[in-house]
């Protein structure tokens, strides 16, 4: 395919707010997990929560949309001068030809959970100030995008739970192939609920501690929440860009089964290697992958396999979700931003809070960072459903 | 953007049951008589799939299947796009008020469910299909956007797509909150070239010229298609049932309407 370069990118999540804290974090291998307290929950697990958005409501003009979600978006927005770039591209293209694209899994369902909380005991209604269109409706945060960047081109909300915002780079590469925008905002946000903790724990997929990828003890995952944003435009017409460019993407199902990877990884070596032909390359011309890795028993097995199935045993590869946990909808972006950092910082993160590989592994996982020139990234997300994508990046020659 | 062909198409809503009975309808050649909807059992769910399974995945499966077996095509080789605006409803408000607890115990199988794609999900299971598949959402603009997703995908990607667009209504107090007053749903596989079956062809253009979107002059059928955000794509169908060449204006994001001219096939 033809290359769309990453124009300028963003993120916000429990390392911090804007891509230089998450780059410091990972560089000085800070964790952004801690002991869950959120909202009262009571399960002993980590989680990767983002500080300070009580504090940060969003603009007076959108306050229909407030809610925690929308609150990480906008703050994804307003770093990196991120919201300052889409204004200089829709001046350049006009603001009908820029699309927005986000990805998320539970959107703003916090609020209805919230509402839920404070039913009338004779009645059943929820609040009256329970705003269901524009905080938990799975569209709402999309919206939120498109009316905080004044942005009138297609928009679409991605659902497909933890590959939503991996699959939204493959969208935005349709569009602007069939010419229907100039450039394209994609981007991911997922916010900490009840639903996902008490529900990921009712498959038993969450660890007591923080997230251990590729640990042979590893005991299950870590939720975290994130946001991040991407402008992607052809390389042509890029006035400047970050040096990263999107160089293909692959899209795959299971088949298999609605929580559980296929075994072997089939579903997740078909996305990799439909990835590799999208950008016409091969397994040698990938330098590092960043791994779906979520530290539970069976993704990490399987995607190790996948890996092994496509690429043998010499590509370096780790995951990065000791960092900031599984931001769940909000995991393509996230690890999107950070494979865009190795390659412009030149550096391989190895595996943090893992002690030793799980020793069945075949494939050449990182438990300690390397510097080296990164060319080329291929980043993994996979799916409840079976839902898998696979995005390669790569230096902009 | 260049053509796609429509070779198959799948409906399942109160009073339209089934392509051929609701092109009937929609062609004008029998009165609409909305009547509440017979359960659905779809023989592409196994028994013990099936008793795992909601009414929303249902009505996916349902009418992915008839658009299948109306196109006369392998389901397995086809990318898949679903488009639904409030995802399952019934799922939200069984976990929303389990979650409201102080001692919450969530259903393992519910909550697997609750994501999303959970009827792609399914429906690549019970098809084997390994290709790529998409679950999205506009809003109002639900049924616009997955098929622009799904022509996209045809155009691009060089597969023939199943579009399978589904709404439910969600249960109170949710239905408070977004009214939905009858379950949609509507399936479409669409391909890249012509064949000897195609029914239609059809170009997107967006925005469209119009700024006004398609109505239906039958007032319950236009009943309808405000009743649910999927049933946005009535006028489409009713052009589809009719074999007429047609502009129609859908409703997408933003106030835009999304415009598609129908060109039947011989």
Not at chain 1, 81 to 103: C, D, K, N, P, T
Not at chain 2, 124 to 137: D, H, L, N, T
Not at chain 2, 197 to 226: G, K, M, Y
Request: charged share 15%.
């Amino acid at each position: 395919m033809t290359p769309l370069v990453l124009t300028t990118f963003s993120a916000v999540n429990s390392l911090g707010y804007g891509v230089e804290a998450v780059h410091a974090a990972l560089i000085a291998r800070r964790s952004g997990l801690t002991p869950c307290t959120f909202e009262q929950v009571q399960l002993e697990t980590y989680a990767g929560e983002v500080a300070g958005l009580d504090a940060l409501p969003v603009v007076p003009e959108l306050v229909e949309f407030d809610c925690r979600n929308n609150r990480l978006a906008q703050a994804a927005l307003r770093q990196d001068g991120f919201e300052q770039q889409v204004a200089a591209a829709r001046a350049r293209y006009g603001a009908q030809r820029i699309a927005v694209i986000v990805g998320t899994s539970t959107s703003g369902i916090l609020e209805t959970e919230h509402a839920y909380q404070q039913r009338d005991a004779a009645s059943g209604r929820l609040p009256a100030d329970y705003h269901f269109a524009t905080t938990h409706n799975l569209y709402a945060s999309a919206e939120f995008t498109r009316r905080y960047l004044k942005l009138e081109g297609p928009t679409l909300m991605v659902s497909t739970a933890c590959s939503s915002s991996a699959k939204v780079f493959a969208s935005a590469w349709r569009m602007l192939s069939l010419n229907l925008c100039n450039a394209v905002v994609v981007g991911g946000v997922d916010s900490l609920c009840r639903n996902t903790l008490y529900g990921f724990s009712s498959l038993d997929l969450v660890g007591r501690e923080p997230c251990r990828p590729c640990d042979a003890g590893r005991g299950g995952i870590s939720i975290g929440e994130a946001a991040g944003y991407a402008l992607l435009e052809w390389p042509q017409r890029a006035a400047k860009h970050s040096g990263v460019a999107l160089l293909g993407y692959g899209e795959s199902s299971d088949a298999y089964h609605m929580s559980t990877p296929q075994p072997e990884g089939r579903g997740a070596a078909l996305s990799m290697q439909r990835a590799l032909d999208c950008a016409g390359l091969s397994p040698a011309d990938i330098d590092y992958i960043n791994m779906h890795g979520t530290a539970s028993l069976v993704n990490d097995s399987m995607e190790d396999k996948a890996i092994t199935t496509v690429f043998g045993t010499h590509t370096a590869c780790s995951s990065t979700k000791g960092w900031t946990g599984h931001a769940l909808g909000a995991a393509g972006i996230t690890e999107a931003v950070i494979s865009a950092l190795c390659i412009q910082h030149g550096f391989m993160p190895g595996c943090l809070n893992a002690r030793s590989i799980d020793p069945a592994f075949t494939s050449e996982v990182l438990l300690d960072h390397r510097a080296a020139t990164v060319q080329r990234v291929l980043s993994n997300s996979f799916g409840f459903g079976g839902s898998n994508c696979s995005l390669i990046f790569g230096a902009v020659a | 953007m260049n053509p796609v062909y429509v070779e198959g198409i799948g409906l399942f809503a109160p009073g339209l049951v089934g392509w051929e009975q609701g092109a009937t309808v929609l062609a004008g050649r029998a009165p609409y008589a909305p009547a509440s909807l017979p359960k659905l059992v779809p023989a592409l769910l196994a028994p013990d799939v099936r008793r795992r399974t909601t009414d929303h995945i249902r009505l996916a499966v349902e009418v992915a299947g008839e658009a299948v077996r109306h196109a006369q095509c392998d389901a397995a080789t086809l990318a898949s796009v679903f488009a639904s605006s409030e995802s399952d409803g019934a799922i939200t408000h069984n976990i929303c008020e389990e979650v409201a607890r102080p001692h919450p115990e969530v259903s393992p199988t519910r909550f697997h469910n609750s994501v999303n794609n959970a009827p792609a999900g399914y429906w690549c299971m019970a098809v084997g299909s390994q290709q790529p598949s998409s679950s999205v959402a506009a809003f109002d603009g639900t049924f616009a956007a997955g098929l622009l997703e799904a022509c996209a995908q045809v155009l691009t990607e060089h597969l023939s797509v199943i579009l399978v667009a589904h709404d439910t209504p969600l249960p109170e107090p949710l239905n408070s909150a977004r009214p939905m007053g009858a379950s949609f749903g509507v399936a479409l596989v669409l391909t890249a070239e012509p064949t000897a079956r195609s029914l239609a062809r059809l170009r997107l253009t967006l925005p469209a010229e119009e700024s006004q979107e398609s109505v239906l002059s039958d007032s319950a059928l236009e009943a309808l298609r405000r009743a649910n955000p999927v049933a946005r794509s009535l006028p489409l169908l009713a052009a589809l049932a009719r074999q007429q060449h047609t502009h129609i204006a859908l409703p997408y994001v933003g106030g835009q309407n999304l415009g598609v001219t129908l060109e039947p096939m011989p």
